[in-house]
């Protein structure tokens, strides 16, 4: 048994944790980009990129790599798993515009772990006003956050292993980078982010 992350530990580990799940997604737009170029050759890669990185929404990313991989791999055994793939691109999209959105903030009576909060920028009033106001429904925390980033971990590595088995090429690395497990406990999380934050100074 550890103890609970202190006040101070938890706001180190809350932004930490933010700023790396924002990254993860990078990755998940990186990949998309290379199930785009698997479907040109070689000589047109490049004018592809370019082309696919002009676009500013993502869904529209997201339409225009569906229509491109469909059309190409129409036939073969990938499209089953590209659909598959583009349901998760759906709703994790979703879910990387409100860690994106959501603006964060802080709850010091919480219980440890639900301290820091990514909240709606518009949610219900509550009926009655609380001496320790409270999280609105939907709103984020440590472990939604760092969960959500091993989803995008994943499903950056799913896309990638899609990329490799519709050009006929073999990965360096095993299937299991793709699986996403359950969010990790809090004592998981503490055990994790405490050598980490054993680094930072004293504030």
């Known amino acids: ?5 202190t006040e101070y530990e938890e706001s180190i580990a809350f932004y930490y944790e933010l700023g790396t799940t924002i990254t993860a997604w ?6 998309l980009l290379w ?16 082309s696919f990185l002009s ?9 225009v790599a569906d229509r491109l991989f469909t059309f190409k791999f129409d036939a073969a055994k990938h499209i089953d798993q590209w659909e598959q793939l583009y349901s998760k691109l759906e709703k994790l999209s979703s879910l990387r515009n409100h860690i994106a959105h959501y603006h964060a903030s802080w709850y010091p009576h919480a219980k440890p772990g639900r301290r820091g909060a990514l909240i709606p920028t518009i949610s219900d009033t509550p009926k009655f006003r609380s001496r320790r106001p409270q999280p609105p429904p939907g709103s984020l925390f440590l472990r939604d956050i760092v969960h959500a980033r091993h989803q995008f971990n994943g499903l950056s590595r799913a896309l990638e292993f899609l990329v490799y088995r519709a050009k006929g090429k073999k990965t360096q690395l ?3 980078f793709a699986q996403v497990g359950d969010a990790p406990t809090m004592e998981q999380l503490v055990r994790q982010i405490r050598p980490l934050l054993a680094k930072q100074p004293a504030p």
């Open 174 to 176: 095993p299937i299991s």
């Open 35 to 50: 199930i785009v170029t698997a479907c040109f050759p070689k000589t047109a890669q490049e004018r592809a990129a370019l």
């Open 1 to 5: 048994m550890v103890a609970p992350l």
């Open 26 to 31: 990078a990755d998940v737009e990186k990949s």
């Open 55 to 63: 676009i500013e929404n993502f869904r529209s990313k997201m339409t």
